[in-house]
Structure formats: structure tokens, C-alpha cells
């Protein structure tokens, strides 16, 4: 048992908006995404420097999250989930792709402490920065110990990671759970739960977070989406020049795809790719079909199922 003084929460930081910088403060939407360090964020709370650890894990615009980012950030929150007095961890994270982030952290690590993901719609030095409540809220869950999992915190939500979306370009509050609304909420620093998080069909089997260390170069999964005039041809080109391990296709509707760029899958598939057809549609996710060509991504948007592909890829190799 450790004594509550003993007990840390670590953040670590990774750039975005929420350690961002707007050089001229009457165009604050003009700023640099990933300019302040973690050290600095934190000092601005003011809170207890003993119980929170930090690290700056790298310094990007999350649009820019890649692999290599990926890597890095499993192999640190994995290690700090391992410290016994370490009881949760909080990442700052950019909006851009942060779901992307929480769906493969939850998948690899699937921690039985809280790991909240956190971030900002207006950059540090904005006026009325959203950053630093924002960054309380996920420490106030980060130190909640009937919490786990990896959630995202926003504007006062809390949501699930396989259930959140960034739905709004600007919004202070640009995430949404969908119909089933935020899982919980911080009011004055306080987590109170709404409802449990829904279940959800991981990809089997995962690699583990040794496994995907020691893997050095990670399935190729690329992402298409179907509209008027899909003629296929960007994945034509693709299968002589530069194929891909694996397509997710974000089809309209219930994952429909145009003829042609059916057939240009169709060609990836005999040629040795994986093809998950998931929905362009942010909600309902896709049904099978009795006429399937490919695999469907379920409930996962196409965004998820690019990771579970990934991850399911990786096992297979
Ligand atoms: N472009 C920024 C990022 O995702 C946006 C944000 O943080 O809100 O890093």
C-alpha cells in the first residue's frame, strides 16, 4: 500500500495546441502547435511539483503523428504505468489525431490505471487558453484511483477512447462520444461517471508492447475514401509503384464502395493486401453483406480500423 504522499501522477507531454504559441496575440489562431515545455505548463497550475512527474516525450502538431511518435510514447507510458506509486498518467496531445493516439494506446497497453489524454483548442498564450483547465481536469482523473483505461478529457468530458471523435474544426469542446454522450465529467476537479464505457471487440491477437518495440518497420496501412467519382485509380497507381500492406476504405454509407474502386481493391486484395471496409459516416459503424468482398471494420471508424489493421498486421507478419 503506498501513502497518498507517495503516490504520482506523470504527464507526458507531446506538443499541440495546448503547448502552442501565437506570435501576435490579435490573430491568436495564427500559432505554432508544440512551443512550450511540459515544465512550464504545469508550473502555470501551480499544483503540488512533488505528486506530478513530467516528461517531454517530443514536441509536435499532432497532425504530424506518425509511427515513430507512436513508438516512443507506448515505450514511456508503459514504463511509468509500471511504478508501483505511479497511479495514473495524463498526455498532451494535439485534437488533430489524438483519437487515433487513444485508440492505439488503449489496444497496446489497455492499462488498469487511468491514462488521459489531454489538450487545448487555443494555444498557451491565447487569451482565455482552454489548455490549463483542461490539463487540471486530466490530472484531477489522472489522480482518481476508481478510474482506468485510457480516456480523453475536454472542456469538462470525459470520454472513452474507442468512443470519441473530433467532430468540430474550432469548437472549444470539439469531441464528441456520439448518441451515447460523454462517459463522464470533472465538475469542480471531480470525477463523476455518467456510464460505463461501452464494450468494445479489440483486434485478436494484439502484439505486445514488446513486440512492437522490437518490430522496426510497422505495417503499412493506408487510408481511401470512397466519393462521386472514385474511379480507383490513386490505388491503381499505388499497387505498381509504392503498395501498401494493408487498405482501410472509407465507404459511403453502410461501406459502399464505386465499382471501380471496388475493383481497384479487389486487385490490392489478390495481390497480398489486407482490405477493411469501414464507413466514411461518422456514426453506425458498417454491417456485413452477404456479397463481402472484404473484411468490415464493425463498429470501428475508419481511422480505428487503419490502427486495428495495423496492429492485427503486425501479429501476422
Ligand atoms: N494542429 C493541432 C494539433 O493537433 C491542433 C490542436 O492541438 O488542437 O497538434
Known sequence: MIEKKNKKVVVLATGGTIAGWASDLNAPHNYQA???????????LKESPHNILSEQITQIDSKDADDAFWRVLAKRAAYWLEQTEVIGLVVTHGTDTLEETAYFLQAVLQPNKPLVLTCAMLAANAPNSDGPGNLKDALALAFDESASGVMVVCAGDVHAAHEVQKIHSLRLNPFSSGDLGPMGQIVNGEFKRLRPASSIRW?????????????????????????????GSMVRAMLTHDAPDGWVVAGTGNGTLD???????????????????????????????ADDLFAHAGQLTAVQARVALMLALMVKK
Open 34 to 44: 508544440g512551443q512550450i515545455e511540459v515544465a512550464q505548463l504545469l508550473m502555470e
Open 203 to 231: 483486434p485478436q491477437p494484439l502484439p505486445s508492447v514488446k513486440d512492437l518495440l522490437a518490430d522496426q518497420s510497422w505495417p503499412r496501412v493506408l487510408l481511401v475514401v470512397n466519393h462521386a467519382g472514385n474511379d
Open 259 to 289: 465499382h471501380a474502386l471496388q475493383d481497384a481493391l479487389e486487385q490490392a486484395q489478390t495481390q497480398g493486401a489486407r482490405v477493411i471496409r469501414a464507413s466514411r459516416c461518422s456514426w453506425g459503424g458498417v454491417q456485413s453483406r
